[in-house]
């Protein structure tokens, strides 16, 4: 099918139908600047004109190209990375409305032609993919189906960066190639506010650099591409830069925002509280308030603070009125509390702009989470003193339509402290509160009433875009913003060893310095809660049981929220102290107070090891470390619905229990988990611990049928929760959607096997009497779910079918499947563009990729330990079809067949196609050897450089049939012995086609063997 043309000129139109109206001057000429010269220049735009269109941009550009028909040059995919946390999801939102207007749009249309162009070059269902990264135990390890997919993905530096150095957090280490080819080959960097990521910027250039060098000129050509959008700061000057235009200046939309009323006054409020500046700011937050509101047009005033503490202090003081309303935003916050707060009137208001029948002024008060990318207008601003970067980005989010004549903005010096001191800013905030005091008086807030405060914030300093570069006209602005981080060098040496990430060199380097520099603090930690997690009743924690529990329901992103790993040490140490976490990643914190008194007692809690992918205790301070996932008992509190409060307070809801796709995720019946989500009293709590008692107890004595039982628990509960919403039960629509769903499967049973659809399975616990699992059969596939909280690195793993829903599990043959993934790489390779050599040996490699399985006991294993059925086979099977849930089933079928399951089939593979290169087979004349064996050595992600060792305890010889029929055959006992020629080949690879060129090979072949295992082929 031919995909109609397209004309760089269809950009306006296409913007125009995406989003309902025209896109500005300087953004049709930022397209066209990019189709005419290929270059992606750093966006040096004001805020409030629509940097994020850059999304928009890069999608039509994909698609002008990919319908000329001429070689791509235009990234597959586009990373959009922001350090604030609620602006992911304001970016995500973005790009999910671009996806709906393509995947929905007539084929007629501008948009449609650009659907069919990206549905045309992907060869997926969808034009186009959106995803969200985000730090959890089960990030989704396989966030794209194809490396052919057209995507955006929005993501924070930690997540990207991590990716990109090949140590991605939350990623087993056989995902990380993955990861680091998608993150860094054909992939358009944007970073927004690069002022704030400077070291990503940097790193994501030398890594880019490094790809440049390798000697297959494709894949150099291929690295990351990278882009900043900065409006406040150059990151540097030699980097070409795109800039507004007169006609953006004259425009009717643009012109008044860039000349916005924006009128700033200085106020000194160090007096109120010398010694408490959260409390002092509070103070002078709401006098400056009060003053402001009878001049605002709109009646929405934004609060800034410098700090979460800061910013609940001011918080908790403004809501005691009446006469407001007022809104907590934090960028520390949980997914759920996240997306139940931004769904809840007042910040829906703030987001849509306010009411017309608005009667009282509506108040946000935030941390730096509104800094960055958050569409909203405010008509008043009041904020702590901060660097001139920092002021200039909270002062983009007043007036930002510059409908109003005046929009008064406050910048409050609070707290007595030496410069170095200033929480988050330290000296930057002082040197730009002088260069604001030179053109405007400081006002001393004890001197003022509220008339005379009026008069001044009406005439305050004017400054807006088109002002501003007077202002700094002279100025060395150095001092007047956070000095860059100390970036360390990407060298040689350091690339080398990331891309080694089987075995993981030790000691190994970890990612933080090169995202966030050398001089600040250690990276977060996520943390989640769980009500289960108990003591025994002499008062000792059972670890086992903590652990058994975190197994039984995974954790998900949806329920963690990312915490600087010193203030979690700091409050489940010292849970009373004041918290100094801001929300900017990386950001230095205040000094630790020096210990005198030997390390200090901490609250036990449950860590992630990701180095053997198992749960451990967490006793003493040092246990926990920069990318951990650690898990609190629910009563330790520290968050509430609008974030992390890194202090003592109610008990935290456990949300474990709702993952994205709750439909089919298991559900923990327990009386401390379902007091917490609704809200119960006493009476209530105690009525439903008596209700799961019983029902535990009648399930375990099996005289009942089991859906009668849990029928009628459910329809207990479900009475049982309150029938309205409020702030106390938030949870509770949530709840009860998971209920009724359960309440909807036809049939439970206490058996591990595989389900028909609509049927379920009942989890015991025998240590817990109040406490049962529900796990629905999945709706399509009648499969129980099955969700590790790691992949599976078991060597029979890969041997089961994973059928998507609707397909069938059932045995595969080893010959089809071979054909089949060769046919899909091969695929995936072309839509890529790569030369015909290279789509040829991965197609090979894909071809012979499970040769190895041909293994006689393999074989018996794959019939569920039948020696009979595995010798009467007709042909060698790739899968077995068995239940990827039943684990159970799965050892007895390793025992029956004496087969160990540290046995790798892939190291076999690789020597059967090393004997058969041998014999110079014509198949493969003129492609790379070296690599073909790399490929099929590293499809699940071992052998770079070295696979595990294990010998086949009863050594056999092996055939197998070759991709050109030929047969060849070795001894099994070659797969304990080391290859001492793959480190050398694996450098050498790695100096061809680039330590991401390679990984990209890699990922051609084992994404295709992922997907057409999931369809059954």
């Known amino acids: 099918m031919t995909t109609p043309r397209l004309r760089v000129e269809d950009f306006d139109a296409f913007y125009r139908a995406v989003h309902g109206y025209a896109p500005f001057p300087w953004q049709s000429a930022y397209v066209r600047s990019v189709a005419e010269g290929g270059q992606w220049r750093d966006l040096d735009v004001p805020t409030g004109l629509g940097k994020t269109s850059l999304i928009d941009g890069w999608v039509f550009l994909l698609a002008w190209q990919t319908a000329g028909g001429g070689p791509r040059t235009v990234p597959l995919r586009l990373f959009s990375v922001v350090d604030r946390r609620l602006i992911v999801d304001q970016a995500y939102e973005h790009a999910r409305t671009l996806q709906r207007a393509l995947t929905h749009a007539p084929s007629d249309s501008v948009p449609g032609r650009v659907a069919q162009a990206l549905t045309r070059l992907g060869g997926e269902e969808l034009p186009l993919e959106v995803v969200r990264m985000r730090g959890g135990v089960d990030w989704a390890s396989r966030w794209l189906r194809s490396p052919a997919q057209p995507a955006v993905v929005i993501s924070t530096v930690d997540q990207y960066g991590s990716r990109l150095l090949f140590r991605g957090y939350h990623s087993t280490p056989r995902m990380r190639p993955i990861d680091a080819a998608l993150c860094g080959m054909d992939a358009l960097l944007a970073i927004d506010e690069a002022h704030l990521s400077l070291p990503l910027l940097t790193t994501a250039l030398d890594c880019a650099a490094y790809q440049r060098t390798a000697t ?110 007022v809104v907590l935003l934090v960028g520390r916050s949980r997914t759920t509390d996240r997306d139940l707060l931004l769904a809840g009137p007042l910040l829906r208001e703030l987001l849509d702009g306010p009411s017309p029948e608005r009667t009282r002024p509506l108040v946000v008060v935030a941390t730096q989470t509104v800094e960055v990318g958050l569409d909203i207008s405010l008509g008043g601003l009041i904020t702590e003193n901060a660097s001139l970067a920092a002021l200039i980005q909270r002062l983009g989010r007043l007036d930002r339509t510059g409908a109003h004549p005046l929009a008064p903005a406050v910048v409050i010096r609070a707290g007595d402290q030496e410069p170095d001191d200033i929480p988050v800013y330290g000296s930057a905030a002082d040197a730009t509160w002088q260069w604001l005091t030179h053109h405007t008086p400081a006002l001393d807030i004890t001197e003022q009433s509220h008339t005379t405060l009026h008069d001044h914030f009406a005439a305050g300093l004017l400054v807006n875009p088109t002002t501003l570069p007077t202002l700094l006209g002279g100025v060395d602005t150095d001092p007047l913003n956070t000095a860059a981080p100390l970036t360390p060098v990407v060298h040689r040496t350091l690339v080398d060893s990331w891309a080694r990430t089987s075995p993981t060199p030790v000691p190994d380097q970890e990612p933080g310095p090169f995202l966030h520099g050398l001089d600040t603090s250690p990276q977060d930690v996520h943390v989640l809660w769980r009500a289960d997690l108990t003591t025994t009743p002499d008062g000792q924690l059972d670890w086992e049981h903590w652990v058994r529990h975190m197994a039984q329901v995974p954790p998900h992103p949806a329920e963690t929220v990312a915490v600087p790993a010193r203030q979690l040490r700091r409050f489940l140490t010292q849970p009373t102290a004041a918290d100094t976490t801001s929300d900017l990643e990386g950001a230095p914190e205040a000094p630790a107070v020096p210990d005198t008194k030997g390390p200090p007692a901490m609250a036990p809690v449950l860590r992630f090891d990701e180095s053997d992918g198992t749960w451990a205790p967490a006793t003493r301070p040092g246990d926990i470390r920069p990318g951990d996932t650690v898990v609190l008992p629910s009563h330790y509190s520290g968050h509430d619905a609008y974030g992390w409060s890194g202090a003592p307070g109610a008990p935290v809801a456990d949300l474990g229990d709702f993952p994205p796709r709750t439909h089919t995720a298991p559900m923990r019946l327990d009386d401390r988990v379902l007091t917490l989500l609704g809200g119960f009293d006493e009476a209530t709590a105690e009525a439903v611990e008596s209700l799961l008692r019983s029902a535990c107890a009648r399930t375990a004595d099996d005289d009942e049928e089991p859906t009668a039982i849990v029928h009628g628990l459910l329809d207990q509960l479900l009475r049982r929760l309150p029938t309205a919403q409020d702030s106390a039960n938030a949870y509770v629509p949530a709840l009860r959607e998971r209920l009724n769903a359960l309440r909807s499967v036809r049939r439970w049973g206490l058996a591990t096997t595989s389900r028909a659809a609509g049927t379920g399975h009942v989890i015991l616990d025998p240590d817990q009497p109040t406490r049962l699992i529900l796990a629905p059969a999945h709706r399509a596939t009648g499969r129980i779910e099955h969700t590790p909280g790691i992949e599976d690195d078991s060597a029979d793993a890969s041997s089961l079918s994973r059928p998507a829903p609707g397909a069938q599990g059932l045995p595969v043959d080893l010959d089809q499947h071979g054909k089949a993934v060769a046919a899909r790489a091969a695929a995936f390779a072309e839509r890529l563009g790569l030369p015909s050599p290279l789509v040829a040996v991965v197609e090979v490699s894909a071809h012979a990729h499970d040769c190895g399985k041909a293994h006689e006991r393999f074989q018996c294993m794959l019939c569920a330990g039948d020696r009979l059925l595995a010798e009467s086979l007709p042909a060698p099977l790739a899968k077995s079809g068995m239940d990827p849930a039943d684990q159970a089933g799965r050892r007895r079928a390793a025992r029956l067949a004496n087969w160990d399951r540290s046995l790798r089939h892939e190291a076999l593979s690789a020597l059967l196609v090393q004997s058969w290169l041998a014999t110079g087979p014509a198949h493969t004349r003129g492609l790379d050897h070296d690599l073909l064996v790399h490929l099929v050595a590293s499809h699940h992600g071992y052998a770079r450089p070295l696979m595990p060792l294990a010998s086949d305890p009863e050594p056999t010889d092996v055939t197998a049939t070759m991709p050109d029929q030929q047969r060849v055959t070795v001894s099994s006992a070659g797969m304990g012995v080391t290859d001492w020629e793959a480190p050398n080949r694996f450098a050498d690879l790695n100096r061809q086609y680039g330590p991401w060129g390679l990984a990209l090979l890699e990922t051609l072949v084992r994404l295709a063997d992922m997907a057409c295992s999931e369809e059954g082929s």
């Open 216 to 325: 297959d000129p494709v894949l150099a050509g291929r690295g990351v591409q990278v882009v900043s959008l900065s409006a406040t700061a150059a990151t540097d000057a030699d980097r070409p830069r795109h800039h507004i235009t007169d006609a953006d200046r004259a425009h009717p939309v643009a012109g008044p925002r860039l000349n916005a009323q924006r009128r700033v006054t200085a106020l000194d409020a160090r007096a109120l509280a010398p010694k408490k500046p959260a409390a002092a700011f509070a103070q002078a937050a709401e006098r400056a308030l009060q003053a402001l509101l009878p001049l605002i047009k709109r009646p929405v005033i934004g609060v800034v603070a410098n700090t979460i503490h800061t910013a609940r202090t001011t918080h908790q003081a403004l809501a005691a009125r009446e006469d407001l309303d």
